[in-house]
């Protein structure tokens, strides 16, 4: 594990009880399985594992290129989703005028973040009958989702029903989502991305921003002036 993310384990672990609690409501979902993985990963190293897709949004070829490292788990990152990432949409994605890319990172508690994302990639790879897969559309809707879920999550401790509920609205059975979560591969090459990009780029909260390459303020006004400056 690279110090940037130690650090962020070790904030985890000095987070307020009513988050590090919320890890046990996962359990019935993430089971034993994963936490071996974890401890597997971090003994033995970076896992040899074929790179995964970067997920974006908005048109390829755009001008401005957003980069978000969030985390599902963060609140600070479910605040800005809540109340900014609408208009963000609206007015820069649907668009064309922004490419929006999101990087994963595991804040407390970090098995539910990484879980979600698991299921994220599984049903982005999961193929229909037509050998399509369910791509950046799916795996959005597992990330949207929980960041949409993610107070109530917080208030009530009730995470298996929304894991349940959004990996079927991804395209997941209940026997797809449960096997996604008990992939130690998927696991290893989560791990080792989120690693990578937060080393390469210094990355040590959530959420951080950068705009063609610039880190910029994590304030929606600071971003849309970033954006509006590119000539």
Not at 48 to 58: D, F, I, R, S, W
Not at 211 to 225: L, T, W
């Amino acid at each position: 594990m690279t110090t940037t993310v130690r650090r962020l384990y070790d904030r985890a672990r000095r987070a307020p009880f009513w988050q590090q609690a919320v890890v046990v409501f996962l359990l019935a979902v993430l089971t034993t399985a994963l936490f071996s993985v974890a401890a597997d990963a971090q003994g033995t190293g970076k896992a040899k594992v074929a790179p995964l897709k970067e997920m974006t949004k908005g048109a390829p070829n755009a001008r401005v290129t957003v980069i978000e490292y969030g985390s599902v788990t963060c609140t600070h990152c479910a605040h800005w989703y809540t109340t900014n990432w609408p208009k963000f949409e609206r007015d820069y994605i649907k668009t064309g005028k922004v490419k929006y890319v999101y990087r994963e990172v595991a804040t407390n508690p970090a098995q539910m973040a990484f879980g979600v994302y698991m299921l994220g990639h599984c049903a982005a790879n999961k193929s229909n009958w037509l050998g399509q897969k369910g791509g950046t559309k799916a795996y959005f809707t597992v990330i949207d989702g929980f960041f949409a879920a993610q107070s109530k999550i917080y208030e009530t401790g009730e995470a298996e029903p929304v894991f349940r509920s959004l990996a079927a609205k991804a395209g997941l059975n209940q026997s797809e989502a449960d096997n996604c979560l008990k992939n130690e591969d998927l696991f290893k090459a989560i791990s080792a991305r989120m690693e990578t990009n937060m080393a390469k780029d210094g990355v040590e909260g959530t959420p951080t921003f950068f705009v063609n390459g610039k880190r910029v303020e994590s304030d929606y006004a600071a971003i849309e002036a970033a954006i509006k400056a590119v000539k």
